[in-house]
């Protein structure tokens, strides 16, 4: 079993920076041994996907909507994964998760229904 828990959301101007963390707690498997994922859901849109990132930290995948500002890393020394956010759009505005994939595969996932837990979310609000 994994506790995530988010933090670092918050209102910030169009091209500004925000950095979402997630910090991992539970029993069980390590945390190392997760694959991270980061999703998003705006009001009346369904869950997508954002970026991925292996156990190890050595592979990395993003939507392309955020390819190029958007930035996935994980400190396994800390349980902790973060997704740094340049260049902000105000449609990039939405609740921010993220999640535990516990497939021990090399495929990063993409599928919000593939992964194990989720965190409680994040509020990020761009203004235009």
């Known amino acids: 079993q994994v506790q995530l828990v988010e933090s670092g959301g918050g209102l910030v101007q169009a091209g500004g920076s925000l950095r979402l963390s997630c910090a991992a707690s539970?029993?069980?498997?390590?945390?190392?041994?997760?694959?991270m994922g980061w999703f998003r859901q705006a009001p009346g849109k369904e869950r997508e996907f954002v970026a991925a990132?292996?156990?190890?930290?050595?592979?990395?995948i993003y939507t392309d909507s955020v390819k190029g500002r958007f930035t996935i890393s994980r400190d396994n020394a800390k349980n902790t994964v973060y997704l740094q956010m340049n260049s902000l759009k105000p449609e990039d505005t939405a609740v921010y998760y993220c999640?535990?994939?516990?497939?021990?595969?090399?495929?990063?996932?993409?599928?919000?229904?593939?992964?194990?837990?989720w965190g409680q979310g994040t509020q990020v609000t761009v203004s235009s």
């Open positions: 999640a535990a994939d516990a497939y021990l595969g090399t495929i990063l996932r993409l599928q919000a229904q593939m992964y194990d837990f």
């Open positions: 539970g029993s069980g498997r390590t945390f190392n041994s997760y694959a």
């Open positions: 990132i292996s156990w190890s930290g050595g592979r990395t």
